[in-house]
């Protein structure tokens, strides 16, 4: 892989600029890879830091330091990947990847109310909606890393398979079990009467009236909602599943919500809803749509995956 400054010049470029040139496309690679800004910027972090512990001899022979840094950075990934099974089965309830809002809401950084640099903000496409990162999650490591290396960031087999260490044959063979696990786990398009937007928006003044008819309706009659509190603050720890169930567990939350304020927001680049407390985001409400109707729900309340939703 060789960068347009790499070709117009005839040699890499080496200079810091450059080399900082390729931030937001590895902090982009690396949430896709892990689900998480948070562990995104830790993995691209490591790989700078491996390339500046380099001898200036040793960076001097690297043919490419763009290509060089997607290969650290995705081996950084499939490590940080194979540890988290671990770490996430110890996990309090259930772990949902870290949501990220449209750009102009992007006040988050680091910790410490530091804005964030433009560098670290992720193009919002389809794959990092909420429903295809969840999708992923299913995947084995090195599924994932392959299948996002070649099916979203188009690098050949052959590339990705230096990175993992197999043949490209096998690279062939998990990308293909990555998709099917996709074809299976995705909704069947069906028409739909209402836009995202307007049904999120029914959603949200159903559940600030209390409507459980309402409620009822614009959810799927087999839909599921998820909450991910981390043990941190209070969430349900197994799914709620069925419309009626969900409806009535909403309104059990009328009295924290009353201390609310609602917000429709974009949420990993679809229609969701933000819940604030005295202007501070307390809850990330992401949802997956089936036609007219709302299918899943996913409720992010662990205060470490909102960084990015500073207010």
């Known amino acids: 892989m060789t ?31 892990l689900g998480s800004l948070a562990e995104a910027e830790d993995a691209v972090q490591e790989t700078y830091a491996r390339w500046y512990a380099m001898s200036p001899q040793a960076r001097d022979a690297v043919r490419s330091p763009a290509a060089w840094l997607t290969t650290v950075a995705g081996r950084v990934c499939l490590n940080v990947l194979s540890s988290a099974r671990v770490r996430r089965e110890r996990y309090v309830g259930e772990w949902i990847p870290e949501p990220i809002p449209q750009h102009g809401a992007w006040i988050g950084g680091r910790p410490g109310g530091v804005s964030a640099d433009p560098a670290d903000r992720v193009t919002l496409d389809e794959s990092v909606n909420m429903a295809f990162l969840v999708i992923l999650e299913s995947m084995t490591p090195a599924e994932r890393v392959t299948f996002i290396l070649h099916d979203i960031f188009c690098h050949p087999f052959t590339e990705i398979a230096h990175i993992i260490g197999r043949t490209p044959a096998a690279c062939r063979q998990l990308a293909t079990s990555a998709r099917r696990r996709i074809h299976t786990a995705q909704t069947p398009t069906t028409p739909a009467t209402h836009n995202k937007a307007a049904l999120i928006r029914d959603f949200k003044h159903a559940w600030e009236a209390k409507d459980i008819n309402a409620l009822i309706n614009l959810l799927d009659p087999n839909a599921t909602a998820t909450a991910d509190g981390g043990g941190v603050v209070g969430a ?31 949420v990993n680049g679809q229609p969701g809803l933000v819940a604030e407390l005295d202007g501070v985001t307390v809850s990330v409400y992401a949802f997956e749509f089936a036609g007219d109707r709302i299918r899943r729900i996913w409720a992010v309340r662990n205060p470490g995956k909102l960084r990015a939703w500073k207010a």
Not at 250 to 264: F, K, M, P, V
């Open 236 to 266: 349900v720890l197994r799914p709620i599943e069925g419309a009626a169930e969900i409806a009535r567990s909403l309104l059990r939350l009328d009295g924290r919500l009353r201390a609310l304020t609602l917000l429709e927001r974009t």
């Open 3 to 33: 960068t347009r400054s790499e070709a117009e010049h005839g040699r890499p470029d080496r200079s810091p600029h450059a080399l900082m040139g390729e931030r937001r496309r590895l902090i982009n690679l690396a949430y896709r890879l």
